[in-house]
C-alpha cells in the first residue's frame, strides 16, 4: 500500500460529487510526493477530521484539505524538523525539490493538499 500527500490544483475540482467515488476523484496534482510521508499522510487525515484542517474525504482512498502556501510550508518544516531525512539522500533531494514547487505557488491562492492511498 502507498500512502501518499501532494499539493493539488482545486480550480474546478468539485468537493461534493459522489458519482466519481472509486476513480480517483481528487484535484489535479501540481507537486511533486512528500518525500518519506506515510506518518504525515496519517497526521493530515487526524487533523482533516478533527477539524483542525478545512478538509474531507474525497474517494474512498484520498482526502483532501484546503490549504495555502504558509500553511504547506509550515506543515513541511514542522514534519521534516521531527522526521529528519539528513541520512537519506535521495529524500533530501526530493525535498529540496518539494521546496522549489512551494515557493512557486501563489501567495493569495488556495490549495489542495492530498492524501492519497493507492
Not at 12 to 21: A, I, L, R
Not at 62 to 77: D, L, Q, R
Not at 105 to 115: A, E, P, Q, S, T
Request: charged share 30%; with cysteine; aromatic share 12%.
Amino acid at each position: 500500500m502507498y500512502l501518499d500527500v501532494y499539493i493539488s490544483d482545486l480550480e474546478g475540482f468539485d468537493w461534493d460529487d459522489t458519482s466519481e467515488w472509486n476513480t480517483g476523484h481528487t484535484p489535479k496534482k501540481i507537486s511533486v510526493l512528500f518525500p518519506s510521508a506515510r506518518n504525515l499522510y496519517y497526521e493530515l487525515i487526524e487533523k482533516i477530521k478533527s477539524g483542525e484542517l478545512q478538509g474531507k474525504q474525497t474517494d474512498w482512498g484520498a482526502s483532501v484539505s484546503k490549504v495555502n502556501k504558509n500553511n504547506i510550508k509550515m506543515i513541511i518544516e514542522k514534519y521534516y524538523e521531527e522526521n529528519p531525512l539528513g541520512k537519506f539522500q535521495h529524500l533530501q533531494q526530493e525535498l529540496t525539490e518539494l521546496n522549489k514547487q512551494v515557493e512557486a505557488l501563489d501567495d493569495k491562492k488556495m490549495y489542495g493538499l492530498v492524501c492519497s492511498e493507492l
